[in-house]
């Protein structure tokens, strides 16, 4: 019913860019909030940057400055652009969106948390 796509990531020289971006699809009513985690090797999944679907955003302090989160309501799409990225943002970096989506039988409402596949980031010279 619905689905959650990544695309963007790659292997960048540190002081690079990436832009990642995420699009839902199905039977969406509303998306709320979007955003981004990642997690190295060895490491914990974190959050990287939320967003709400009114605009209002949260970044983790390492990437302060440096990401930008954004989402365009009407392509149902998140994105993250990332500068001067640096090694220790190596990571998969997942994206989720908050939907509520109709449900296939009768068309009600139901509400859920939906995750990507992950894209590699490799900050690496």
């Known amino acids: 019913q619905v689905q959650v796509v990544e695309s963007g990531g790659g292997l960048v020289q540190p002081g690079g860019s990436l832009r990642l971006s995420c699009a839902a699809s199905?039977?969406?009513?509303?998306?709320?909030?979007m955003g981004w985690y990642r997690q190295a090797p060895g490491k914990q999944r974190e959050l990287v940057a939320t967003?709400?679907?009114?605009?209002?955003?949260e970044y983790e302090d390492s990437v302060k400055g440096r990401f930008t989160i954004s989402r365009d309501n009407a392509k149902n799409t998140v994105y993250l652009q990332m500068n001067s990225l640096k090694p220790e943002d190596t990571a998969v970096y997942y994206c989720?969106?908050?939907?509520?989506?109709?449900?296939?039988?009768?068309?009600?409402?139901?509400?859920?948390?939906?995750w990507g596949q992950g894209t590699q980031v490799t900050v690496s010279s």
């Open positions: 199905g039977s969406i009513f509303v998306i709320y909030d």
């Open positions: 967003i709400t679907n009114g605009g209002s955003t």
């Open positions: 989720y969106a908050e939907i509520q989506y109709f449900l296939p039988h009768d068309s009600s409402l139901a509400r859920g948390d939906y």
